[in-house]
């Protein structure tokens, strides 16, 4: 059974940066394409919002534009883990970030669809303005 783990939430003040690490075990975490995902306050676990996605083989990415250019998706296949750099932090990225796997192997960043029942528990990322 895959499971994820995220890590590295926190609070930090606007224009701060944070690293998010997410570790997969259980699966073959270099045949999947990987994403994040993210909950506003108030917000239903059914309405998290796309952050990014990083194809299987590391070479297609694709962000949400309210995140382009502040952050950064990356993969380590040898450690089974997919990052999320968040640089220029602002108040309104403050949510539960969570990561996911495609549902489907060898898939790129385009078209990325996570798997429905695979999720992380998720990690909090708080900015204050």
């Known amino acids: 059974q895959v499971q994820l783990v995220e890590s590295g939430g926190g609070l930090v003040q606007a224009g701060g940066s944070l690293r998010l690490s997410c570790t997969v075990s259980?699966?073959?975490?270099?045949?999947?394409?990987m994403g994040w995902f993210r909950r506003a306050p108030g917000k239903e676990r059914e309405e998290r919002e796309f952050v990014a996605a990083m194809s299987w083989n590391g070479i297609g990415t694709r962000y949400a534009d309210s995140v382009k250019g502040r952050f950064t998706i990356s993969r380590d296949n040898a450690k089974n883990t997919v990052y999320l750099q968040m640089n220029s932090l602002k108040p309104e990225d403050t949510a539960v970030y969570y990561c996911s796997q495609d549902k489907d192997p060898y898939s790129g960043a385009a078209y990325y669809i996570p798997a429905n029942d695979i999720w992380g528990q998720g990690t909090q990322v708080t900015v204050s303005s």
């Open positions: 259980g699966g073959t975490f270099s045949m999947y394409a």
